[in-house]
């Protein structure tokens, strides 16, 4: 909430400054005539008003980049997820099952080394060097 308020208090220094200085611009060349000064309160306040719809539009625009960007990377995780631990956890119940020690261990040190993939594979996908997204995309509409 406090990010909010200030964005829209960002945009309102900003409205604040386009109407200021315009305003300022126009009493150094215009003058101080109140037929004069009155049309260009109005025209510099609407301007100022323009100011700060304008950069609320482009706040709003970044988050909802931001947004669109977090929720692809992490489907892109979740599906990744998914589908190792469909394929491995048949695997652990088996060596689970037998009981026998060495199998233990290599399956411990097999769950290491997918974890390391995992975590690296996430590295990737939220740094961008790698786009599973457009794979997964591109498949699901195969």
Do not use: W
Not at 31 to 53: K, S
Not at 55 to 74: D, M, N, P, V, Y
Not at 113 to 124: G, K
């Amino acid at each position: 909430m406090s990010e909010r308020i200030g964005n829209f208090g960002f945009a309102v220094i900003g409205g604040i400054v386009v109407f200021v200085s315009g305003i300022a611009v126009d009493l150094a060349l215009l003058g101080h005539e109140r037929r004069i000064v009155i049309p260009c309160l109005i025209a510099n306040r609407t301007a100022g008003l323009i100011a700060i719809i304008m950069a609320l539009a482009l706040q709003l625009h970044k988050e909802e980049r931001h947004f669109r960007f977090a929720t692809e990377k992490a489907a892109t995780i979740a599906e990744l997820n998914h589908h190792v631990r469909n394929a491995v956890f048949p695997l652990f119940l088996a060596v689970q099952r037998s009981h026998d020690p060495e199998s233990l261990r290599l399956a411990d040190e097999a769950m290491s080394r997918l974890e390391i993939a995992l975590r690296d594979a996430a590295v990737d996908a939220y740094s961008g060097k790698i786009r599973y997204a457009d794979e997964i995309m591109s498949r699901s509409a195969a």
